[in-house]
T-cell receptor, first 114, second 115 residues
Framework: SQELEQSPQSLIVQEGKNLTINCTSS?????LYWYKQKYGEGLIFLMM?????EEKSHEKITAKLDEKKQQSSLHITASQPSHAGIYLCGARTEGSSNTGKLIFGQGTTLQVKP | KAGVTQTPRYLIKTRGQQVTLSCSPISGHRSVSWYQQTPGQGLQFLFEYFSETQRNKGNFPGRFSGRQFSNSRSEMNVSTLELGDSALYLC??????????????FGPGTRLTVL
């Protein structure tokens, strides 16, 4: 099984709707990162969460970290076609907490219908 | 500041050949990490370099190697290419290594196709 599990794997929403993507770790988290990727391109950094209960927002995207549950959620409010892409969570976990190695989830593909 | 750059963007090689990919980190960043992305395995860590030294290595065969130069630029090499090496190779740079709050910024990737 994956060390970082993302759900759902894919999502199709109508423009203007809200949505949530979850990322759950089977190990203790030492820093959780959210990235966005357009197919076949590089990853664009969105947000980094480190402390339990931490919440960060950028434009219409909010990410939260629940340290106890070893889980993070990414919430998009009033989705737009520009939000379409693949969302990836990455993390340092036990065994890689003091390294540059990030473990990644399998990604969530988001389509936004105009 | 310019972002992470990777060259070339696309490569087509045949089995048995070798390939070298290049990565220039963000100015001032000293750590470079390499990842392989495939549809089946997702994003997997290859190795990490800091101050010209390999600090960590992922679970890949010895055909995959890399190095870092004094200006922090990095190269990775894959020898005796196999069909399964077809992937998007991503380079990421960060200021330090091993700092929990250190963010990795990714380049656009090199798409390698092995025929």
């Amino acid at each position: 099984s994956q060390e970082l599990e993302q759900s759902p794997q894919s999502l199709i929403v109508q423009e203007g709707k809200n949505l949530t993507i979850n990322c759950t770790s089977s190990k203790t988290l030492y820093g959780l990162y959210w990235y966005k990727q357009k197919y076949g391109e590089g990853l664009i950094f969105l947000m980094m969460l480190q402390k339990g209960g931490e919440e960060k927002s950028h434009e219409k995207i909010t990410a939260k970290l629940d340290e106890k549950k070893q889980q993070s959620s990414l919430h998009i409010t009033a989705s737009q076609p520009s939000h379409a892409g693949i969302y990836l969570c990455g993390a340092r976990t036990e065994g890689s907490s003091n390294t540059g190695k990030l473990i990644f989830g399998q990604g969530t593909t988001l389509q936004v219908k105009p | 500041k310019a972002g992470v750059t990777q060259t070339p963007r696309y490569l087509i090689k045949t089995r048995g050949q070798q390939v070298t990919l290049s990565c220039s980190p963000i100015s001032g960043h000293r750590s470079v990490s390499w990842y392989q992305q495939t549809p089946g395995q997702g994003l997997q860590f290859l190795f990490e370099y800091f101050s010209e030294t390999q600090r960590n290595k992922g679970n890949f065969p010895g055909r995959f190697s890399g190095r870092q130069f004094s200006n922090s630029r990095s190269e990775m090499n894959v020898s005796t290419l196999e069909l399964g090496d077809s992937a998007l190779y991503l380079c990421a740079s960060s200021l330090y290594v091993g700092k929990a709050t250190d963010t990795q910024y990714f380049g656009p990737g090199t798409r390698l196709t092995v025929l």
